[in-house]
């Protein structure tokens, strides 16, 4: 029988791109019965009602989603909400028991999880700005409420894997995304890749470090919102004579690309054993 697909993130490795890129495929997927909800609309009728306390609707309910033989749900927030990712208890620590809650009422046994995975020299810094569009600011060190040395994406792995013990999982990199968006989709939709019509837009980028210089100097002065950030880093955009905004010093740099080597080196280990169920995307 055909898995259902639990696209779970994470945040800022090219979700939007790809998400966008299925709603301009949306024809395709019918055909191929595959059922999709696009985001914004599954958010509406799901996420927040099931996940953010005090939300004053009830979700819909299960049989609204698109009939099929599969069904394809993707949304980054199921894990957490942007500004609730990294916390003193580690990344996205609710995040494995908040994807039960939507699969249970969504009625998805034992789906195909999917993961993206990013480095955090980059994530961090990404979702650090991202955060800032929706959240009164914050310096990137307050920010930042678990250590850099301690960061890592296994645990995160391993609570999905002990929370749906019959799913099979499939990781990718975000790094290695950039060009082979379909490849990726047919991967894990089953499609052939020329059955996707791409985003054609480009990817948002982020703040540059004078934007970020002049948000840090607003806020010796006053609060500053969500607003102001953006007006801020739409005057300084990120250009090649604007560097982006870099908070690492060389030590920080050195660890946090270590990190990522080692927990690449566990990961490709557990996917080398068929009997884990884990898959590790590669183009």
């Excluded at 953010?52 to 009939?67: I, L, Y």
Aim: proline letters at 10%; aromatic letters at 8%; charged letters at 20%.
């Amino acid at each position: 029988m055909p898995r259902d697909i639990l696209w779970l993130g994470l945040h800022k490795t090219g979700t939007t791109f790809l998400q966008k890129s299925l709603d301009r495929s949306q024809q395709a997927l019918r055909a191929a019965g595959v059922g999709w909800v696009g985001l914004e609309s599954f958010r509406s009728a799901w996420t927040r009602p099931l996940l953010h306390a005090g939300h004053p609707e009830p979700p819909a309910p299960a049989e609204s989603f698109p009939a099929g033989p599969r069904r394809l749900v993707f949304d980054e927030n199921i894990l957490a909400l942007v500004q609730d990712v990294v916390t003193p208890a580690g990344l996205y620590p609710q995040g494995a028991e908040r994807a039960q809650i939507v699969a249970r009422h969504l009625g998805l046994r034992a789906p195909l999880l999917v993961l993206g995975l990013r480095g955090f020299a980059g994530f961090l810094p990404s979702l650090y700005c991202e955060t800032l569009k929706s959240t009164p600011f914050r310096p990137f060190r307050a920010f930042l409420r678990w250590p850099p040395e301690a960061m890592s994406w296994l645990p995160l792995v391993e609570r999905l894997c002990a929370a749906f013990p019959e799913s099979p999982m499939l990781l990718y990199r975000a790094e290695d995304l950039p060009g082979r968006e379909a490849q990726l989709l047919a991967e894990i939709t089953g499609l052939a890749p020329a059955s996707f019509t791409l985003h054609e837009g480009i990817e948002r980028p982020g703040f540059s470090q004078a934007a970020l210089d002049a948000i840090a100097a607003q806020a010796e002065v006053g609060p500053v919102g969500p607003d102001q950030v953006k007006a801020t880093a739409t005057a300084l955009p990120r250009t090649a004579g604007r560097p982006g905004f870099d908070p690492w010093d060389a030590r920080e740099r050195s660890l946090l690309q270590a990190i990522e080597a080692r927990d690449l080196a566990a990961l490709r280990h557990r996917t080398a054993d068929p009997g884990t169920g884990v898959r590790l995307f590669t183009p």
